[in-house]
């Protein structure tokens, strides 16, 4: 039986020795065989295909599992509470997000998990702060049995902004 470094001499051909305790990231992939992988889960799929259509009728695109880090923009007077708010958005995530033909965020969209509730109270309360203060709706649907009335609000707000639009008027996202 060979040891883990011994094993990747053998798969690499080199004389370089790899101390058990440090791998490196590249010579650890090149070690591994990699294949592609659905990036939403089975009960998140059908979700992502109905809002698609609605998507595609508004003239929108659907992005999903995106960060709020990449949504928002923190400015804070003091660089230690901009950093900490940071640090509040790292790692939180939005299910999918309905994006214009410049990107720009225009609705989200969660779908709650189940378990951890002390943890999950404190994600979804930083979550709703957040799209409230940068005027961006947040809507949070369960899919399954109710998707038909998902769906329907998920119109509701689209046709909405679009009256709002077709008013004059454009969307406050300035940040409160």
Not at 74 to 97: I, S
Not at 110 to 138: H, N, Q, V, W
Request: with cysteine; charged share 25%.
């Amino acid at each position: 039986m060979f040891s883990f470094p011994a094993l990747l001499h053998r798969a690499f051909g080199r004389a370089r020795t790899y101390p058990a305790h440090r791998i490196e990231g590249l010579d650890a992939l090149e070690a591994s065989t990699l294949a592609t992988r659905p990036i939403l889960e089975s009960t998140r799929q059908y979700m992502f295909l109905r809002l698609r259509e609605i998507a595609h009728r508004h003239e929108l695109h659907v992005a999903p599992e995106v960060s709020l880090a990449a949504i928002f923009t923190v400015c804070a007077d003091a660089p230690e509470l901009g950093a900490e708010a940071v640090r509040a958005l790292r790692n939180k995530r939005v299910d999918f997000l309905l994006i214009d033909g410049a990107a720009n965020a225009v609705l989200a969209i969660d779908c709650p998990a189940t378990g951890m509730t002390g943890a999950r109270a404190m994600r979804d309360g930083i979550k709703l702060r957040a799209f409230e203060k940068a005027c961006l709706p947040l809507l949070e649907l369960m899919g399954g049995p109710t998707l038909d009335a998902d769906m329907a609000r998920v119109e509701d707000v689209l046709a909405s902004r679009a009256l709002h639009a077709s008013a004059g008027g454009t969307a406050d996202r300035r940040a409160a």
